[in-house]
């Protein structure tokens, strides 16, 4: 549905969590069995360092696939958009 | 468009003319605008800087203005908000609700910016002579929010 290659996760990181990754966003191409946005939670804080610290379960993180909000249970697939961000503060 | 993402200050009396548009069914216009306060922490503050993520922004907004639409009798919303580096008494935020009596305009025009404080993806960064700092979500407007879920709609 986006335009990336249908076998990678586009990642899309936002404010605190671009400063922390120092990235913007990356391509990735996760296991068959990360299919959730936990699971692909899970995934990403194994790499350890930063990842860990701020994935950690205990962390407010916010998830969107392909521009909406996702829950835990959300389902990720290839070709996806999921940004990683904290909780919003505009207004 | 009622949904706006822009770098550019706005005019309030522009705007909300333009959202009345001369429409005689409109006998309520209620307007709410956010501003850049001077501190930060105990630090004054030097900037503001608005991020956005651009594509979930605009649907964010533009679904919180159909729930509103949906709840409240109104003729129409619209909702501006800055991005990029602000400073001191700048306008951020400005939300117009246009219905046929005050109560529907008034409780539209909270409620579009509770949710908006809690749903649409914005972040400020603020600067001071100590450094920057990403500013922390706060639980009193996650607790404004989660009140329009158990309050049935005025005026409905």
Known sequence: MRDNPVDTLTLVYLARLRDAFGASGEAVRPPADVATIASLRAWLAARGGVWATELAPERAVRFAVNHDIAQPETAVRPGDEVALFPPVTGG | ?156
């Open chain 2, 1 to 156: 468009m009622p949904v706006r993402i822009q770098e550019a200050d706005f005019d309030l009396t522009t705007e909300l003319a333009a959202l009345r548009a001369g429409d005689p069914r409109v006998g309520a216009v209620a307007a709410f605008i956010g501003t850049v306060r001077d501190v930060a922490g105990n630090a004054p503050l030097a900037t503001m800087t608005l991020e956005h993520y651009p594509g979930m922004t605009e649907r964010s907004l533009t679904a919180i203005v159909d729930i509103a639409k949906s709840r409240w009798d109104i003729v129409d919303a619209l909702v501006i908000h800055r991005v990029g580096a602000l400073r001191p008494a700048d306008q951020i935020v400005l939300v117009g609700v246009t219905s046929a009596h005050r109560g529907d305009a008034f409780a539209a025009c909270e409620f579009i910016m509770d949710y908006l404080k809690t749903r649409a993806p914005f972040w400020k960064k603020e600067t001071t002579a100590e450094g920057s700092r990403w500013v922390e979500a706060r639980a009193s407007d996650d607790e404004a929010a989660a009140r329009w879920q158990s309050e049935p709609p005025r005026g409905a």
